[in-house]
């Protein structure tokens, strides 16, 4: 598949093959999401409610919610009052979304909509919170992604997004390395092996789709480029994954 790959992590088709790859995975996502981050992935998220600060009863937005996770930290968070919009591509992880949300007790209903990162359905400056987890390297265009974070968010308004990174200490990565091996391999219990579009697998995807993908500073540059200030990354588990905090 590595000659699909024309630029970074792009090919054409890449939009319909990423929403094939999560309406195939939605129903096991959350149980392989645990596993893949060996149960980590919840101390990631509340390091992001921590970077988002105060957000009591205000206007958060989560791109890519998926099966809403990241949003259901945000409602927690933001409280009684606030306004807690989640927006996938994907129809089928909205529902799961929306399905958990019934067993919790959260303290504002949460609005999931359909829509597409690359074209945010809301006027200008309508949020002071924006969130995203480990969708822009799902997307075909990262700038104008992050940009649309950037034009949806008021002036002083705080964007905090999730990504994986690659660990750059050497011995680390050696690991990391056997890790991503074990995930495709252990992903192939729930997506069996089966191609996606005439592609790789869901899981060898969400695996490979790192190559090619920006993180750290470059990562960091595209924020600037779109517009925000005071851009910056903090590393969590030895570089696995990076949160980009930045504001408008
Ligand atoms: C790896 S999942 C992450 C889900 C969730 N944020 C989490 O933390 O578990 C990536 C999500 O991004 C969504 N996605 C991919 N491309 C998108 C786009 N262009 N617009 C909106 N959502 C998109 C996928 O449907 C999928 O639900």
């Not at 509340?46 to 206007?59: E, L, Q």
């Not at 869901?202 to 540059?221: H, K, N, Q």
Request: glycine share 10%; hydrophobic share 40%.
């Amino acid at each position: 598949m590595a000659e699909e790959l024309k630029k970074g992590n792009q090919f054409e088709g890449k939009e319909e093959y990423v929403k094939d790859v999560f309406t195939e995975i939605a129903d096991y996502y959350d149980e392989m999401n645990d596993i893949m981050s060996m149960g980590m992935v919840q101390g990631w998220h509340r390091f992001m409610m921590k970077k988002a600060g105060d957000i009591s009863g205000k206007k958060c937005l989560d791109v890519g919610t998926g099966t809403g996770e990241i949003a259901f930290h945000v409602a927690r968070k933001a409280g009684p009052g606030s306004t807690v919009i989640g927006v996938d591509i994907t129809p089928r992880m909205l529902e799961l979304a929306e399905k958990k949300e019934k067993d919790l007790d959260l303290p504002v209903k949460i609005d999931w909509r359909v829509g597409d990162a690359l074209d945010l359905d809301f006027e200008d400056g309508t949020f002071d919170l924006v969130t995203s987890g480990y969708m822009l390297r799902n997307v075909t265009d990262i700038l104008k992604a992050v940009s649309e974070m950037h034009r949806v968010l008021a002036p002083g308004g705080k964007v905090v997004v999730a990504e994986l990174s690659k660990p750059k200490n050497r011995i680390v990565r050696y690991f990391y390395n056997i890790y991503m091996k074990r995930i495709k391999k252990y992903g192939r219990k729930y997506d069996k092996g089966e191609a996606i579009d005439g592609r790789q697998p869901a899981y060898d995807w969400l695996t490979s789709s790192i190559e090619g993908f920006p993180y750290g500073e470059d990562m960091v540059r595209i924020f600037r480029e779109a517009g925000f200030e005071n851009a910056r990354y903090h590393v969590k588990s030895f570089g696995a994954v990076n949160i980009y905090v930045a504001s408008k």
